[in-house]
């Protein structure tokens, strides 16, 4: 079981950057492949940056070239690095586990990251 809560959120005019953090506890970090995701009221929640338990990053093109994940496994931590924010990022961002031996999913609680225009 891994415990998650994440960091960084707020408000920020279009173009800027923001980072969020996410730290994990209660388990071995580098077991688990994490991600981020958003979302915002009405719509499903969907998933913006993942990387592997090995390091290996994904992006959806919403986002590709825009927003970087990153972790650091000694310090039980992921961070998403987002550049040249747009308003339809807004939505709470989520931090996700999956641990690698059995797939299941954790969540942390989410932070809201507001982008104005």
């Known amino acids: 079981q891994v415990q998650l809560v994440e960091s960084g959120g707020g408000l920020v005019q279009a173009g800027g950057s923001l980072r969020l953090s996410c730290a994990a506890s209660?388990?071995?970090?580098?077991?688990?492949?994490m991600g981020w995701y958003r979302q915002v009221p009405g719509k499903q929640r969907e998933l913006v940056a993942s990387?592997?338990?090995?390091?290996?990053?994904d992006y959806p093109d919403s986002v590709k070239g825009r927003f970087t994940i990153s972790r650091d496994n000694a310090k039980n931590t992921v961070y998403l690095q987002m550049d040249s924010l747009k308003p339809e990022d807004t939505a709470v961002y989520y931090c996700?586990?999956?641990?690698?031996?059995?797939?299941?999913?954790?969540w942390g609680q989410g932070t809201q990251v507001t982008v104005s225009s």
């Open positions: 996700n586990a999956i641990a690698i031996y059995d797939r299941r999913n954790y």
């Open positions: 209660g388990s071995i970090f580098s077991f688990f492949d």
């Open positions: 990387v592997t338990s090995g390091g290996r990053a």
